[in-house]
Structures are given as C-alpha cells and as structure tokens.
C-alpha cells in the first residue's frame, strides 16, 4: 500500500489594520480598558458587521505575493454568505486562500523537503 | 375632528392647513391607543417623547416634510435608543437599546413621531401573534380572532385607526399576512432595499423591514424615506432610489399580470376564491393582461423555508445567553449554568423549536444534506421567478389562503398546520422580490388580502398597479367596528 502525505496550514496572522475585522473600534495597543469595543463588538442585537476593507486587500496582496490565484466573483460570493454565517465564514474564506497557497507552492516545498528526509 | 382611521396624506393636509396642531394629533393617537388597549397592539408606549417632540414641531414650524408630526408606530424589533425593545420575548423584556435603527431613524429625521412599540410574535416566529410573550393581539374585526403575524401588532393599529401608519418586518409573510387579516396595505420591498441595521436579526438572508398603511400610497410615502443604502448594513443595496410617489398614479394599461399555474387555488375557501376572481375580473377593466405563468420549483418554498429560516435564527439567536444583556437566570452554578438557565426561561416554545431544528440542520454531518439542498432549492425557485418575469410585469395570487382565525385553533397540535399559512407569501422571501397585499373585501365579515410580487427592485410597479386599483375601488376605506372593545 502507498500513502500521499498530504499536509495543510492553517497560519492566524495579526493584520496592521488600522481597525477591527468586523468593526470600526480602533486596535490600538496600550489603551484604556473598554475603551477601543463598539456597538458591533459587543455582539447588541440589532447590529450587523461590516468587513474592513482593508483586511480584504491585505488577504489578496498576501495571495498575489506568493503567486495564488485570486478568485474575483467568487470572493464577492463569499462576502455575501459571510454576511449571513459571519465568524464561521470567514474562517471558510481564509481557508480557502491558504488551501490554493498550499497546492500551489507549499506543497510542492514540503515535498522536497520529505524527499530529503 | 376626529383623527381615527386617517390616512398620512389626509393628516398632512389638516396639519398644512392648521385645522389641527401636531400636538392636539399625536394627543390624540396616544388617547386612541389607551383607549384600545384591549387589542393589546403595543408593548411599550412612548407618551412622553413623543408630546414633547410634537411640541417642537409646533413651535418650529417647519413642515417642510410630509412625515413632519404625523405619528407611527414601530414593530417592537427595531432597536430604538432609550426606548424599550422587547421582540415581544421575555429574553428581551428588559432591553433598552443605546442606538436606534436606521430605518426608525430615518422616519424620525423626516419629522414623525413613534407614539410605541408594538406587539409581535417572539422574534417575528409565527403567523398569528400567538407566540408573544406580552399576549395575543386581537384582531380589530373579531375580537378573540388573530390578527395574524409576526407584524400582528402593527398591522392591527392601523386598522384600529390608532396610527395612520407602521413599520413592520417581513421574513416569510410578516408584514403581508397580517396586512391582509386586517384589512390594510403592507409592503414587503426587495431584499436589500432598506438597511436590516438595527433590526434584530431573525433569518439574515430573508428578513426585510417595509411599511404597513391604510392606503398604497401612504405606503409610497413610507418607503420614499426609509430606502436607500446604509453603509452599516452591507446587504442594503447601493441602486438608485427613486420617487415611489411621483409614479403612482400611471395607467396601468397593457400591464401584464402572471397567474402562478402551480398554485391551485380551486383548493381553497370557495368564497376566498371568489374574491380572487372578482379582483382579476377589476384588473382586466383596468387594462391588465393576465397571463399563466409555470414556476416547477414554488412547490418546494415552504419546506425550503423552513430549512433556511431556522438554521439562521439559530445562528442569529446564540448571542442571547444572559450575560450581556437580556433576562439573566438567578442561582445558578457555574457559567454554562447561566447560559442553559437564561435560555430556557428567556425563549418562548416556538423559538426553542426553531433553534432545534436550526442547531440540528447545521450540524456536522446534516448541513449538506439540508441547508446547503435548501439553499440550492432556493436558486431554483428564484430561476423559476426569473423566467415568469420573462414573460409578466407582476404575479397575483392570494395573500393568505384563509381570513384570520380564532386564537388556539390552529397550529397547537402540529405547527405544520400553521407554517402553511405562508404559502403564498414565502416564495417572494426565497427569491428577494418585492411584494404588496392590498385588501380586496370580505369573507364571513373578516378582510381577505391580494397579493402583487413583482420584479427585483421594482415597488414602483406594485405601487402603482395597488395604488390604480385603491383609486377605482373602496375595500381599503372598510373599517372595523370597534364597538367590542
């Protein structure tokens, strides 16, 4: 019998945005407590998130920087369905972009690297 | 003179012409609602504000708003600031939120009054104001008969006469149902035409806000101020506006009207029917064309409603868990404790339903199986719509397939019985369009409601094609005796 290794990533980055992922609360470090949480954050009924641009921008610069395909129609796809399943989604989105990265190159490094061992 | 049973337009004029001072009106329909309160149309009253808001108008003077003094009430869902807002839910009945909704907000910019809050099914879930945790809502007409839902409270003030005019919320036939068991108009626009910020989420994908009001063009008025994008909501769409009242008054010639081949109406009420058919016979005198359309899938609505609609709310409903804000459950041991505990006092019956069957369609192992086949059903169904607009400007079918009914007849044994009250309205959900429910006379002296969808965006049609028949009938001047209550 053989075996394929197959090996995914799954990498949480801490974006510089000058703003929340869901939300215009500031993330600025060092200040006073409850201060930078807003209607959003505190979950109130009623509110809806909205999803920082440039969260978005920095998501498909990321993906264009290490040579993944960028999926026009299907990003605005998600953003809408997001907008229904929130958190889970996101979570969806960003998996998806890590799974191209990974089929792409990554694999094709950790391939080598197994070779080697 | 009394103010009872106006509609917006009537009461602007008498204010234009000073017969009567926005104070002396919103007086009045505060005594209007007092004197009602067997009806039990609101939850929270909100006299003080709202006297002390007339009288700044009074003194201002600026009327340069057709919505400037004219009072309203508000469905109990939309998150108003300082003012209680409940969802008609015990979870809720302490709530009092710091912001208000934007499409509350935007009617009260434009200069009118919200006098309350009104009764509801928790969280907009049912189709007879029978699951709120504040009471039944009587129906105007009968007492002892609902006056359907979830909008019931809103729908029923109107037709009381208490306000000329309400907002109310629509996920599968919320403000259509009730419009049409109450004898008055309601709108549903399309998805995204006004901003869902502020109002507490039920199924995302499916819930709308819209007007309900005496007449279609009080409707008009309605919608004029509360559309248009809001950059807190991103679903609210970014598509020109435009004047729904400047267009309402067009012929309505050569319209082409589509009759729905699937639903077989000779099931229902003979007298229901007939109605029906007299409304088609006044259309064609009007001018219209009616044509039978085919849409295969539109059987399939209801239980893809009740696959999508659930899964949503449970997702939607998780926040209240008594820590935050809401009902808190006392004496409890540790954290999950306080969230089983809150939960099971908080939630009504029907609502803990829902997040079961919600919770369960989209677990591991179930969610393709039926919230992603509902959501691919759901396509089907809105490819359906898409190929009858081909072919019609607009689809008729009845509102409801029955009149309003008596409190605990249905819908205690099997709730199925009563989910299929929204047979007709749930598709237009599924789809996003808009659609209107007109009143279009009586059965067994309770009002009887037809139902317009039309295209995407296109409210200035049904508008217009509602607003031409109010002009050439009387069924939307009815009023109910009130004298039981």
């Known amino acids: ?117 | 003179m009394s103010i009872q049973f106006k509609s917006i337009a009537d009461l602007r004029e008498m204010l234009d012409d000073k017969s009567i001072s926005a104070s002396e009106l919103i007086q009045e329909s505060l005594e209007l609602a007092k004197k009602y309160k067997e009806l039990n149309c609101f939850v929270t009253m909100n006299e003080e504000f709202s006297v002390k808001k007339a009288n700044a108008i009074d003194v201002n003077k600026k009327t340069s708003s057709r919505l400037s003094g004219i009072p309203l009430a508000q469905k109990d869902l939309f998150c108003t600031e300082g003012l209680r807002t409940t969802c008609s839910s015990k979870i809720l009945s302490n709530f009092i939120p710091p912001y208000t909704a934007t499409a509350v907000k935007k009617l009260e910019d434009a200069g009118s009054i919200t006098i309350g809050k009104t009764n509801m099914d928790e969280f907009a879930m049912g189709s007879s104001n029978e699951t709120s945790f504040f009471g039944n809502v009587h129906n105007p007409w009968k007492k002892g008969y609902v006056p359907g839902g979830s909008s019931g409270g809103s729908a029923a003030a109107v037709a009381a006469g208490i306000v000329p005019a309400a907002t109310g919320t629509d996920t599968g036939g919320s403000i259509r149902q009730p419009a049409a068991h109450c004898g008055i108009t309601g709108l549903k626009p399309t998805y995204g035409r006004i901003s869902r910020w502020g109002m507490i989420a039920f199924a995302s994908s499916l819930d709308q806000a819209g007007p309900l009001a005496r007449t279609a063009e009080d409707c008009a008025i309605l919608l004029n101020t509360m559309s248009g994008h809001d950059a807190k909501d991103t679903t609210s769409l970014n598509s020109n506006v435009p004047d729904f009242l400047e267009n309402i008054n067009q012929p309505i010639d050569g319209l082409k009207i589509g009759l729905i081949k699937e639903f077989n109406l000779s099931d229902l009420d003979s007298q229901v029917q007939a109605r029906f058919e007299e409304s088609k016979k006044a259309y064609e005198k009007l001018g219209a064309q009616f044509i039978e359309v085919s849409l295969p899938n539109i059987s399939a609505s209801v239980p893809t409603y009740y696959s999508i609609a659930p899964a949503e709310c449970s997702s939607n409903l998780s926040r209240f868990d008594g820590v935050r804000f809401g009902h808190r459950a006392e004496s409890t041991d540790d954290l999950n404790d306080l969230y089983i505990k809150s939960r099971s006092e908080g939630f009504g019956d029907e609502v803990k339903r829902r997040i079961l069957i919600g919770t369960y369609a989209l677990s591991a192992g179930y969610y393709d199986a039926y919230y992603k086949k509902a959501q691919q059903v759901r396509r089907l169904i809105k490819n359906d719509f898409d190929n009858a607009f081909q072919s019609v400007d607009a689809l008729m079918t009845p509102t409801s397939p029955n009149t309003a009914f008596k409190f605990g007849s249905k819908g205690t044994q099997n709730p199925v019985e009563l989910y299929l009250e929204d047979l007709f309205t749930i598709s237009s959900n599924l789809a996003g369009l808009p659609a209107i429910s007109i009143p279009h006379g009586q059965v067994n002296s309770l009002p009887v409601g037809l139902q317009l969808i039309g295209n995407f965006l296109r409210e200035d049609q049904l508008l217009n094609a509602a607003h031409i028949f109010q002009k050439n009938s009387d069924y939307h001047l009815a009023k109910p005796n009130l004298g039981d209550f």
């Open chain 1, 1 to 117: 019998m053989s075996w394929e290794t197959v090996i995914g990533l799954e990498t949480h980055v801490q974006l510089s945005t000058k703003t929340k992922l869901f939300s215009r609360a500031s993330t600025a470090f060092g200040a006073s407590p409850n201060t930078n949480v807003n209607l959003i954050d505190c979950g109130l009924p009623g509110v809806l998130p909205s999803v920082n641009k440039e969260a978005f921008y920095k998501a498909i610069r990321f993906g264009m920087a290490v040579g993944a395909q960028i999926n026009q129609t299907s990003i605005l796809l998600d953003l809408e369905w997001l907008l229904v399943q929130r958190l889970i989604k996101l979570q969806y989105l960003t998996e998806k972009i890590t799974f191209t990265l990974i089929s792409q190159r990554v694999i094709k490094l950790l391939k080598w690297i197994y070779q080697l061992l």
